[in-house]
């Protein structure tokens, strides 16, 4: 084989590994008509990513209708402007991880991440209603209304990415990190006004966290902070009424 042509081989497959890290959602049959209940392609599309070596899931313009998932090692979602993932409004399509139940999940992961322009949309009142409904059914404890999913719950996980996104009306807290290491979250909108005391950013016992030119509007505190949490820096994010923010505990 003549080296001009060891050469051309290298090349593409150097080309071809970088294109495989960078994955569409509708490669994955995941539809963006927000009829679609996407929760199994979604979750499918994520491990498959992250039993291939790592990688990026975009999602583009449209509504994404999904249930719970959870994120796995070395997946980073991008969510482009204009895409919607968008929470179904059903209590029983939510699961949790250390009895926190939310719309996207990591449980004891590294290397993963939320970006883009995109819009994550809690539909609060909606879920708060299935709640409710259930809870009056019989079928569900009251302690339900009590413990309402958030939008974003990560357990024990390192090196995680937030950036870009607007994050809107969260059933419960629209984010919590517990047990996390090195968590980066610079330029995200918090807009969390449709159910009363809900959170913008719980933090348990977690070192080294980030929070950076970010705008939080939420009916309960914007930041939440415990005493076993170390290393945590607020920077140049202000709330509603323009007061700069700082981590509270």
Request: aromatic share 6%; hydrophobic share 35%.
């Amino acid at each position: 084989m003549s080296k001009k042509i060891v050469i051309t081989c290298v090349a593409l497959i150097l080309t071809l590994s970088m294109f495989a890290k960078d994955y569409k959602a509708s490669l994955f049959d995941i539809k963006s008509d927000g009829v679609t209940l996407n929760t199994a392609s979604i979750q499918y599309a994520i491990d498959y990513i992250s039993a291939n070596g790592g990688g990026q899931l975009n999602f583009y313009v449209g509504r994404y209708l999904t249930g719970s998932f959870h994120l796995k090692p070395n997946v980073t979602i991008q969510l482009h402007e204009g895409a919607v993932l968008v929470a179904f409004q059903s209590i029983y399509d939510y699961v949790s991880v250390n009895n926190t139940q939310a719309l996207i999940l990591a449980d004891n992961v590294e290397n993963i991440g939320i970006t883009g322009k995109g819009v994550i949309e809690g539909h609060g009142q909606g879920v708060l209603k299935s709640i409710t409904d259930q809870v009056e059914k019989g079928h569900l404890e009251k302690s339900a209304i009590q413990t309402r999913p958030a939008l974003i719950h990560f357990n024990g996980c390192s090196n995680i990415k937030l950036e870009g996104l607007i994050l809107r009306d969260a059933c419960g807290d629209i984010q919590t990190y517990s047990g996390c290491k090195n968590i980066n979250i610079n330029n995200i909108t918090v807009e969390s006004k449709a159910v009363p005391g809900s959170k913008g950013m719980v933090i348990s016992n977690c070192d080294g966290v980030t929070l950076s030119n970010s705008y939080f509007d939420t009916t309960g505190n914007e930041i939440d902070t415990n005493q076993a949490s170390r290393n945590v820096s607020v920077k140049e994010t202000i709330n509603s009424k323009g007061k700069k923010l700082q981590s509270k505990r």
